[in-house]
């Protein structure tokens, strides 16, 4: 959500942001209403300051044992008047809002101009791509050969874009997300949490889901909703908080199932595991200073980036442009995971500064002992990272001519010392 007061000061700034990501102009229309706001909640105040001396001169009058009936009754009609005055400025409020909250975050200046993927920047790259002496396959058909993955009798159970994993792939899932939660708990400073996986509509409204993206999200019979990240939980573990300053940056992270209706992602991505409506991921929140938090992005783009170095699985980092970044991010990087099956580089983690635009949402602050009041934090979030693609990552990296997958050497310690998962016989 956006500062009304920066958007007055800045309305050209506003638009810019807007325009660049290919959204038309706002500041006229949002201007226009909160100057009838502002025009409302003055003529309430005053017939408040009004109403206060009526009433202050019928308790003189009726001290002094005078007829105070004329006053008493301008008193009455001011209170009508001030209730339909309150509603004008809770509906101003409200037609405010819901411009406001349907308008996605400003781009930060160093990030490239552009309305889709074709303009992102590479930031570097990390790790050779394997050369393979035979076809490298895709994780979909290692995983049928293997025996351990089966995408049909999912599709009987609960529809298309949902998998069954068995035996040491489901082991090695399992071992994935294990060591993503050790090394950000114990090498980036983490603190590992358990989160509700079921949430109200306020929270889903505080990290932005809401209302935008209703169609993508599954929802209860009695209002819940599923979350698609577990952004959603940790990010609000700080609503409606004033935190001390001195425990920033407050660092989270969680492994959970995420859920997602995918509706904006027909005909993509259709094959294998890439995109499914149920996942895993362990995911990163960070809750800063707004002194600290492109040092915390950084931080957290690092935290991400040594999940892979670990793996062993050559990547990308990509800064996205201004039209390809999600609805509350400032600034977005992507690592990008090569998949020897695919031969190309895919996404399996997006680290985002939203600065404060979701924290005005969820009125998340901070205060310091040195200085009066609190201001917004700023939040970030990041996968830390995709369970499911990092398991595909390694199946397509690590596959063998006999069609078994090397395990690699950090997960071994999670798998017994096991070190190849080959077909059962």
């Excluded at 408040?48 to 009936?69: F, I, P």
């Excluded at 008493?72 to 004008?88: F, I, N, P, W, Y």
């Excluded at 690592?335 to 500064?353: F, H």
């Excluded at 970030?380 to 001519?401: C, K, P």
């Amino acid at each position: 959500m956006y500062d009304i007061k920066w958007i007055r000061e800045n309305p050209e700034l506003f638009d810019k942001g807007l325009e660049r990501r290919g959204i038309a102009p706002h500041s006229a229309e949002v201007l226009e209403l909160d100057k009838k706001y502002r025009a409302a909640q003055t003529d309430l105040q005053e017939m408040q300051s009004r109403r206060n001396d009526l009433s202050r001169q019928v308790a003189e009058v009726k001290r002094n044992g005078g007829d105070a009936d004329v006053l008493m009754h301008e008193v009455g009609a001011l209170k009508r008047s001030m209730a339909d005055a309150e509603e004008d400025v809770r509906a101003l409020c409200e037609q405010i809002d819901a411009v406001l909250e349907t308008l996605p975050n400003c781009p930060a200046d160093d990030i490239p101009d552009g309305l889709d993927e074709t303009t992102n920047r590479e930031i570097r790259r990390w790790g050779e791509p394997r050369v393979f002496d035979f076809k490298p396959l895709e994780h979909d058909e290692i995983g049928a050969k293997l025996g351990m993955m089966d995408f049909d009798q999912a599709a009987k159970v609960s529809g298309a874009r949902f998998v069954y994993l068995m035996g040491d792939i489901a082991r090695m899932e399992r071992a994935l997300a294990q060591y993503m939660l050790d090394l950000h708990r114990e090498k980036h400073g983490y603190t590992e949490m358990e989160v509700p996986l079921m949430v109200n509509s306020d929270t889903m409204y505080g990290t932005a889901q809401l209302p935008k993206f209703a169609e993508d999200l599954y929802r209860t019979t009695d209002g819940y909703w599923l979350i698609p990240t577990a952004e959603v939980s940790l990010t609000n573990f700080a609503a409606g908080k004033a935190l001390d300053e001195d425990i920033l940056p407050l660092r989270l992270t969680a492994l959970t199932p995420c859920f997602r209706s995918e509706a904006g992602a027909a005909g993509k991505d259709t094959r294998g595991m890439i995109r499914q409506h149920q996942f895993y991921k362990v995911e990163m929140v960070s809750i800063t200073t707004p002194e600290k938090s492109w040092e915390e992005h950084e931080h957290m783009t690092n935290a991400a980036e040594d999940v892979l170095k670990g793996l062993n699985l050559p990547y990308r980092v990509m800064c996205l442009s201004a039209g390809d970044m999600g609805f509350s991010s400032r600034k977005t990087h992507d690592l990008e995971v090569w998949m020897p099956g695919q031969n190309k580089y895919r996404e399996i983690s997006s680290v985002s500064n939203c600065w404060d635009f979701q924290a005005r949402r969820m009125d998340a602050r901070c205060k310091s002992k040195a200085q009066k009041g609190t201001r917004f934090v700023h939040t970030l979030n990041g996968s830390g990272v995709a369970v499911g693609r990092a398991l595909i990552a390694v199946m397509e990296n690590y596959q063998q001519a006999d069609g078994s997958v090397l395990i690699p050497e950090v997960l071994q310690k999670y798998m017994g010392g096991q070190t190849v998962i080959s077909a059962k016989k």
